[in-house]
């Protein structure tokens, strides 16, 4: 017998995906779903953002296959981090965030960032719960990666352009860079920033608040249409 | 690792669907893959035959159809294949915009016997 299924294979992952993003969308806390290559920046990047949005609560989970470094580094900054060890897992999926998040305390209209596990490939399959992702590129990654790998691209509201810094030396070629993630990510605007200083940092964070505002504004009309 | 929770998934599937239809096994399964996804048939099938031992999905034929990534040119409207390091068009060189064709990751239909 044949039975026409036409079911997407991640569909469990992505229903429980929904439900995290609601609960989290109820109590105004803004979820950000940080992808990049392995030592692309995105540590640094969350640490540079932190400083920005502060006074605002903010939280962190890490991603990693193995080790606390990341995690270790951020608290020792004063940063509210929480580590999910995937043992192998090239991604986190919507389970490790339901239960990442029963043991983590956070803050009505605080900011949730997850760095996810440093790979271009799986995580960009995978819906957690974010509002939005981000894609974090390194010039000295070269200046191929929208080819490569189009849907981390494709999938992220902004491009986060690190390394800048080592374009030269890597022979970066931006001309490149830009227009393939113009084919694959039309929408994305890009941020240059550099991980190391936070120049270019104040912009990204402007943006992530009119992200938020924007999007609180359409959930209170949406209520308001329902009531 | 990239395919061993897919394959997970796809035989928690197709096994819940046999039961539910008191269906003795699952004799094939039909997956649409974009190629813009990266899941490779060899490991598919090597990750779904190990998922499926012991369960009704055991030894499931398994077809994989691959979908090509395809670009739009906003100038002349037409959808193309993309080349290796290029999203331009062939037809009048502009630069194309990814679809959503090449990124679709489902279970088509099973076969339950
Ligand atoms: N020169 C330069 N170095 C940077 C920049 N941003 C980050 N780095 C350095 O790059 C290295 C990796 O940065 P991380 O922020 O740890 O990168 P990550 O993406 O979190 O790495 P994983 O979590 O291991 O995947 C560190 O030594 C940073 O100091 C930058 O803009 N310029
Ligand atoms: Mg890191
Ligand atoms: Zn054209």
Redesign the interface.
């Known amino acids: ?13 992505d229903a429980l995906a929904g439900e995290i993003n609601r609960g989290l969308r109820e109590r105004g806390i803004f979820t950000v779903n940080v992808l990049g290559s392995p030592g692309a920046g995105k540590t640094s990047l969350i640490t540079r953002l932190a400083e920005r949005l502060a006074p605002d609560a903010l939280s962190v989970i890490e991603g990693d296959v193995a080790s606390d470094i990341d995690t270790r580094a951020l608290r020792a900054l004063g940063i509210d981090a929480f580590q999910i060890e995937t043992g ?4 986190l ?1 919507a389970p490790m965030i339901k239960a990442i998040l029963g043991r983590m305390r956070l803050s009505d209209g605080s900011w949730l960032f997850i760095e996810n596990i440093g790979n271009l ?2 995580p960009a ?1 995978f819906v957690i719960g974010e509002d939005l992702k981000i894609v974090v590129a390194s010039a000295a990654e070269g200046s ?1 990666k929208p ?1 490569k790998y ?2 981390a691209f ?1 999938r992220s509201a902004a491009c986060v352009l690190t390394k800048g810094d080592l374009a030269q030396a890597v022979g970066f070629d931006e001309g490149f860079f830009m ?2 993630l ?5 929408n994305a605007p890009v941020f240059p920033v550099n991980g190391r200083t936070g120049a270019g940092a104040d912009a990204l964070a402007l943006w992530l608040r009119e992200a938020r505002d924007a999007l609180t504004a359409r959930s209170a009309a949406a209520d308001h249409g329902r009531a | ?2 395919e061993a ?2 394959a997970e ?2 035989v ?3 096994s819940a ?1 046999a039961m539910a ?1 008191k ?1 003795g096994r699952v004799s094939r399964i039909s ?1 649409v893959v974009g190629e ?3 899941y490779m048939r060899e490991s598919l099938e090597f990750y779904v035959a190990a998922s499926a031992k012991g369960t009704v999905a055991e030894g499931a034929a398994l077809d994989v159809r691959y979908v090509k ?1 395809l ?1 739009s040119c906003p100038a002349c409207g037409i959808e193309f294949e993309r080349l ?2 290029s ?1 331009d068009c062939p037809a009048c060189g502009t ?4 679809t959503k064709a090449g ?1 679709e ?9």
């Open positions: 017998m044949r039975v026409e299924l036409k079911r997407a294979v991640y569909e469990e992952n192998g897992d090239c991604h999926n490939i799986c399959e191929d080819y189009p849907t494709s227009a393939g113009a084919s694959v990510a039309p | 690792m990239h929770s897919a998934a796809i928690k599937m197709t669907e239809r269906a997956l813009a996804t990266g990534p670009l290796r390091f999203f630069q194309g915009i990814m990124s990751f489902y279970i088509d239909f099973i076969e339950l016997a």
